[in-house]
């Protein structure tokens, strides 16, 4: 069945033109089959450069938003239209305004791309976890009011001591859920294991990780490392691409909340119904799509 699926998502795929893209977090399945899986980061950047005249986004809302809003020529199609990541809700417009005012303007609003689109539209520049340093480093502001994510933000700012950041209360509920005394216990049950982190984890976590990084970061380290066994903080999405490059190495998770229900919406069937229909197709406001773009194109920018 799930060959058979396959077979026609290829064949859809190649007639009306559509190249696929999926982020590590989506089913090992949906990942198999995609042109390309990545992290944010390398999902935003390959929708600038593909031919096809039409992307497939097996991801969250706000992974395709990128891609639309950094290609307005293409029509972006989601697999699945529920799958959102409450993290993009978790800070407002008026939050914003209210922010610049206190500050008198002098203050870049530094926006994590799990945000939605409005938000974007409000923002200087975005940044994803494999870039955030180094684009907050270029930026001549002082004042770093970075949203939505606090634990990001935090992680962020310990490493840049010149700069005053004003933190926002958003977070991912997938990444919190994994504690310190859970990863304590998992490192006391495998000794030798590394531990890999995301840094959507909280503070205590990261402060005992051997590693912290994005999904495309915590997998390059750990196949480029001697090691032979590793504890994952971060969405279980992951083990597919750490499996399919390390068979000789061991990966565990520090328990079985490491799932976001929002990502694993994504399934084969949907894949292949999006692409017999077309839809649901990512379709945001002109004056949203013009504003929107802006801090992603200097990412983009800045990130080089
Ligand atoms: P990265 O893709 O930047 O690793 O971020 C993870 C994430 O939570 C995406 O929703
Ligand atoms: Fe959002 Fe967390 Fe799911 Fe990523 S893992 S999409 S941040 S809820």
Redesign the pocket.
């Known amino acids: 069945m799930a060959d058979n699926m396959v077979e026609q998502i290829k064949k859809l795929k190649e007639e009306k033109d559509v190249v696929i893209l999926a982020?590590y977090?989506v089913d090992g399945q949906v990942q198999e089959l995609a042109d390309y899986v990545g992290d944010s980061y390398y999902l935003a950047k390959v929708a600038t450069k593909v031919q096809e005249k039409n992307i497939l986004f097996c991801?969250?809302s706000?992974m395709g938003e990128s891609a639309k809003l950094l290609n307005p020529g293409k029509k972006v199609v989601m697999a699945d239209e529920n799958?959102?990541?409450?993290?993009?809700h978790m800070v407002t417009v008026e939050r914003i305004a209210e922010v610049r005012k206190e500050y008198n303007g002098d203050v870049a609003v530094v926006c994590y791309v799990?945000s939605t689109a409005e938000i974007k539209a409000v923002s200087d520049v975005c940044v994803t976890s494999s870039n955030a340093l180094r684009v907050v480093k270029k930026i001549p502001q002082k004042n770093i009011f970075f949203v939505p994510?606090n634990n990001l933000g935090r992680y962020v700012a310990q490493q840049l001591p010149d700069k005053h950041f004003i933190f926002n209360d958003g977070f991912?509920?997938?990444?919190k859920s994994i504690s310190k005394e859970a990863v304590e216990e998992a490192k006391k049950a495998r000794p030798d294991a590394l531990v890999l982190t995301h840094p959507?984890c909280t503070m205590d976590v990261l402060e005992i990780s051997d590693f912290i990084g994005s999904t495309s970061e915590i997998i390059d380290y750990a196949t480029a490392s001697d090691a032979k066994e590793f504890i994952i903080c971060?969405?279980m999405g992951v083990f597919f691409e750490l499996m399919q490059k390390n068979p000789d190495k061991k990966f565990y998770s520090v328990g079985h909340r490491q799932f976001?229900?929002?990502?694993k919406l994504v399934t084969l069937d949907k894949v292949l119904h999006s692409l017999e229909v077309m839809e649901p197709e990512v379709i945001l406001p002109d004056d949203i799509m013009e504003k929107a773009k802006l801090p992603l194109e200097k990412m983009l920018e800045l990130a080089e």
């Open positions: 982020h977090y991801g969250v706000f799958a959102d990541c409450p993290m993009a799990n994510d991912c509920h997938v990444h959507e971060t969405e976001c229900p929002n990502m």
